[in-house]
């Protein structure tokens, strides 16, 4: 009966063994902690002013309420611009998702050297820039406003000036392009990973 | 493990004549069994006078004695078990074949050579399996697991890139393929195509692969197979053995150092090892593949205690890994996608360099082992397992906060099992067993962005019977598993508002194996084995963007009965609540495996039925503020996979050997009627091999050429170019069949040489892969999208091998 004592007595040790470690493993029940969405972009929305009349602003918004969800992007409004003016377009950049909204522009702004925004627009629709926009060519015009440290254009400010000519029904992309070690002076509109890419209504009367 | 050691010798034995009597059943037969390094006796060993009903044990001096045999001729049949199986573990290291001497002075025979077979693990032994040696492993020591096991027929791997590489067996991969790494599972981030088990795999001693459906011997997610790692076997008295080697390898200027010493005692056996592997920017034909080196280290360290049937098992690992995703397969939005997949060559490529940026992979694996064996009797033994496992796993991404982890988790996984080899009952044997198992996975904070895998603790308590009856020339095998499965689930949503869930399952998992020994030659088994497994927590909860495609998991999409059915994602539904099943999988294989003369043949036939296979679809192209996205969520329908694996092996000369196998698999989502995805391709290849015992001034050559070829797969879905969705004129919808971005990439040859020569303690080889350096892309791998795979590569190795005892 030696033997069956010896089983019995190996059966406690692993239970005993088992049941310390068991015990040790505790069901901890806590959540993953709150994060910053720092990665989102809800909200976009360019804002074109006059440059002769601060009051005369022009807004477009683009939305994506739920962000990485499956809702679909919504363009809220056209660009609907004046005969011979000139403007500065800016933005407000926002994620929505956090409360209160995190202003991504601030960031893209700290991070000049690794971003810059294209555009694309129907040839001769402005006086200036002339052309189609850098989207398809990266040193065509366009009348960037601001530098990086590198001397290379960022883009959160330009200046648009419309001619005499009108346009209704054209189509106003706006690429911002994240370029992380990537941005030089000859970079475009394909290198890096995109932030946002949008496309308007533009219509000038 | 009765069975520990089938040595079944087949050979003429001159009996000595003790008496010249005529009497026809007078002669006798003496031997003594003793081990062929040691020359101690080995007792217990069972010895048969095949075609008598002779059975002998070996006394404690290793001898036996038969009387009154009819035959003056006579062959052996010799097992070892009970007891045995801790003595003979010096006879089966690895790769080599045994010797068993019978003393010369009570017998006059020459040595003879026992070939032996391994013995399989309980409940599996009528399932087709194949195992690589150290030595094949030791080729390449750079390679991953999954590469090294893709040498066995059947067997493929599925990767992201040319460092995350996951076994697939018969067209199954990730968690329904189990990882055994020292009898404990291996617990890790075991979701997607872009994690890879974390082991390395030179520190193995052997790697088996069992094809069939093995869950009642080793739990769910064995469903569709399991991979076997085993680490040096702790043989007691064994000299000292040290070996340092070193390579180099020309692609990715890769090099390693690796390092072990093991040794054994009489009561004590232990081993410690170490490795070191960086590799940098690997090349194609044309090009470099910026960002795709790694670095890996890892230690490991076994000791074994053996105090008289009582065995004691120690064992601690550790990994950790750096590696590098392909730079050029990060694309953000729709027109980076079409731009990423439709260049001939990838979008960034730079000089060559060691440095890994972003996308990169940061793991850490840590695994500890206590394992205590008690054999309380020659027939029967009791095991008991403690496994504890630490996986650190961080992920970096190309985004804006590129220096934060986009994924940081750690996940703990406790393993506890107590195994009952039962004594035999009549001719029934067999093994029960209790398992708990326990896995608790936390994010870390601070990667600024919602997890994409929630917190989730998993409680799983086991319990099986395995049995066989041997009857003669049949094997039966029965077995049955209870699991009970409990997961807590705690996450959070885009939000950031927390969501919870409870879930448990209860599952009965059955095998039924047969196995028939037609001739002394031939033997045919067959297996039907059913398996499950819960959704893993990837399938379930992801949500948003990883990598280049936005998905959404079972409980994180529904349709909106409201609103016609459209698709939501604003909540996630609790599992019961939801209409999610686990996966059952029931599967048949078969294999026939004979020998004729210098040629052996092997064919395996298999056919897997699995009722919710769980699956990755396209589902829509959504606009974002990125521009149009493709969209894919996971979803459940039941599949059919039917296969065979065949392989023929010739001995063309006493010194060259020649292997031809062929993979075939046909798999088809029921419901939909329509190919699944991912899907490995019809493979022939030749393993040709010319061995030379003495060449030139080294001891011996050994010369494989492996050629191969690999179809396009024809079977792969539709392909429907990203820029055709994302301009809308192919619409996706809800119940749009499966397709594909890109065409499945074209048919390839490749080939492989290799040359290992032995120099006294020195050995070396030089091998080259991919010889014509031809350009392909290979379908199971993820940045077939993106770029080639890599062109041709020298890998030199060298082994300094220290032995105490010298020959």
Redesign the interface.
Known sequence: MK?FD??KR??LY?FL??GI??A??S????????????????D?KLIFTNDADAADVVEAR?Q?P????????VILDGINLDLNKSYTLTYEILNN?ESPAEDIGD?IQE?DDEHQFFFSFPEGAFASPTGNGNIDNASDPINYNDTDGNGNPLGYFTSWTTGSAGLSGGTFTVRLQ?Q?D?KTSTSGA?DG??????QFVLNIQ | MKLVLLLSIIFGLHTALTAQDTDSCSYELKGVIVDADTKEALPYVQVNVRGTQQYLQTDINGEFHFKELCNQSNTLFISCFGYCDTTCQHFYKQGEKPYIYLKKEVISLEEVTITANRSKEKGTASISQQSISKEMLSVDPTQSLALAISEINGVTFTSTGNNVQLPVIHGLYGNRVLILNNGIKHGFQNWGTDHAPEIDVSTASRVTVIKGAAGVRFGPEALGGAVITESDPLHLKEPLKAKVGTGFQSNGHGYFINSEIAGGLKKWSYHIGANYTRVGDMHTPDYSLTNSGKEEKSVNGGLRYHLNDLDLKVYYSYLSQNLALLRSSVAHSGTAIVRAINSEEPNIISDFSYDINQPNQLVQHHLGKVEATWRYSEDAKLTFRLGSQLNKREEYDVRRNADLPIIDLDLITHDFQLEWKHPNWGRTNGLIGIQAFTQNNDNNPGTGTTPFIPNYNTFRYSAFVIESLVSDKNTFELGLRLDYEYNNVRGRETNQDIFRDEYSFTNLTSSIGYIRILSENTSLRSNIGTAWRTPNMAELYSFGQHGFKTSYGLLRYYYDEIENGKLRTDRVTALRESDVSPEKGYKWINEWRTRKNTSSYALTAYTHYIKNFIFYRPLAVIGTIRGPMPVFIFDQADALFIGTDFSWNQEWSSSINGTLGVSYLWSKNLEKNEPLINQPPITVDYKFAWKMREFWNAESSLITLKPSYTLRQFQAPKTVRPEELIGGSVVIAQESEIFDFKNAPAGYFLLDIAWQLKFGQFDAGLSIQNVFNTRYRNYLNEMRYFADEPGINFLFTINYLFNSKSK
């Open positions: 033997k010896d089983i190996f059966f692993t063994a088992a470690f068991i040790g493993c069901d901890d029940d806590e959540a993953p902690e709150e994060e910053n969405e720092l990665e989102v972009i809800t976009v683009a994506d739920d962000g990485p969800g499956v809702q679909e992007l998702l960031e991070e994240h992380p990537v394909t990973d995109t932030d946002f890419d949008l």
